[in-house]
């Protein structure tokens, strides 16, 4: 399933030559790769994005913290405004701020 949510907040336009162009905070304009947000498949440009506005795009809970999930299972918190450079395949997740119930 691939989300349109994604996108839902951002106007698309097409470029010179066809392709789609995404207009919104930092203009990414890579071409689209698979990420993932609690095993639920996001189609992104590839990019540089910040944490707040992957928690926009994912829809994450009010308040919830998002992670990065390493390649070997790690999860490491996003502080905010950190900027993470969108790849392939990338893995996300998201959880209450500690001392907090889910």
């Given at each position: 399933?691939?989300?349109?949510?994604?996108?839902?907040?951002?106007?698309?336009?097409?470029?010179?030559?066809?392709?789609?162009?995404?207009?919104?905070?930092?203009?990414?304009?890579?071409?689209?790769?698979?990420?993932?947000?609690?095993?639920?498949?996001?189609?992104?440009r590839r990019?540089?994005?910040?944490?707040?506005?992957?928690?926009?795009?994912?829809?994450?809970?009010?308040?919830?913290?998002?992670?990065?999930?390493?390649?070997?299972?790690?999860?490491?918190?996003?502080?905010p405004g950190?900027?993470?450079?969108?790849?392939?395949?990338?893995?996300?997740?998201?959880?209450?701020?500690?001392?907090?119930?889910?």
């Open positions: 399933m691939t989300s349109d949510a994604a996108h839902s907040n951002l106007k698309a336009s097409t470029g010179r030559d066809g392709d789609p162009v995404r207009e919104g905070p930092g203009n990414h304009l890579g071409p689209f790769v698979t990420v993932y947000y609690k095993e639920t498949p996001f189609e992104l990019g540089v994005y910040t944490t707040e506005e992957l928690i926009t795009v994912f829809s994450a809970p009010a308040g919830y913290l998002l992670d990065l999930i390493g390649q070997d299972g790690e999860f490491r918190e996003l502080k950190e900027k993470i450079k969108i790849r392939k395949d990338m893995e996300f997740s998201s959880h209450p701020p500690a001392g907090h119930s889910s």
